[in-house]
């Protein structure tokens, strides 16, 4: 059990240190020639390097594409939902949601305008980025019905930038693989919150209003 635990631990820090570009292992050597084309994208890191047991990669290029952006994506929201998990369980609410409880117990309790302009947000959000979709990748004009997206996950729809166009090529798969790990995190953690609170000791993980 404490091996389980120990190798719990590892993978979990391993998930928030900084991928880099172009990382190589040992295990390379057993990578099928079909899949070598990705020894070299953001995700691959060691020890594991590409390690596929499902055959995801034999999918080809256009569907390891669509499952990274769902990851990506899936990995916001898991980093949206352990950050509002943690501060609402820390009594954090806005004016008027003071009586809605923490946890997974607020969702049987939001008022019905709430859960509408979440849908309404979501909707929009996609609606905004159906481009995403479209390729190639790496284009920087729309006339052709082609996507303004660097890469798959880019939502920025060519206005917000905050400096990511300064960043080297190499700057930015650092970013990018830094995000993606954090993601990776994110989900483990936010389905560990899930668990513990269903087993009823969460307070056992999370002193109360910490």
Avoid: C
């Amino acid at each position: 059990m404490k091996t389980v635990i120990l190798a719990t631990l590892i993978a979990g820090a391993a998930a928030f240190a900084p991928a880099q570009s172009g990382v190589r292992t040992t295990s390379l050597n057993a990578v099928p020639e079909a899949d070598a084309q990705y020894t070299d994208d953001i995700g691959v890191v060691a020890p594991l390097g590409v390690w596929d047991p499902s055959g995801v990669l034999a999918r080809g290029p256009e569907e390891v594409a669509r499952l990274r952006e769902l990851e990506i994506k899936h990995g916001r929201i898991a980093m949206l939902g352990v950050v509002g998990y943690l501060v609402t369980y820390a009594g954090v609410r806005f004016p008027g949601a003071e009586d809605i409880p923490s946890g997974f117990a607020a969702l049987d309790n939001l008022p019905g305008m709430v859960w509408a302009q979440m849908i309404a947000t979501w909707t929009m959000m996609e609606a905004a980025n159906q481009d995403q979709y479209a390729g190639p990748w790496g284009t920087n004009q729309n006339a052709l019905g082609e996507s303004p997206a660097e890469f798959k996950g880019d939502f920025r729809n060519g206005f917000i930038d905050f400096g990511w166009d300064k960043l080297s090529d190499d700057q930015k798969m650092r970013k990018r693989a830094i995000e993606l790990n954090q993601g990776r995190a994110a989900q483990m953690g936010i389905l560990g919150l899930m668990v513990h609170e269903k087993l009823g000791n969460v307070d056992q993980l999370l002193p109360p209003h910490f």
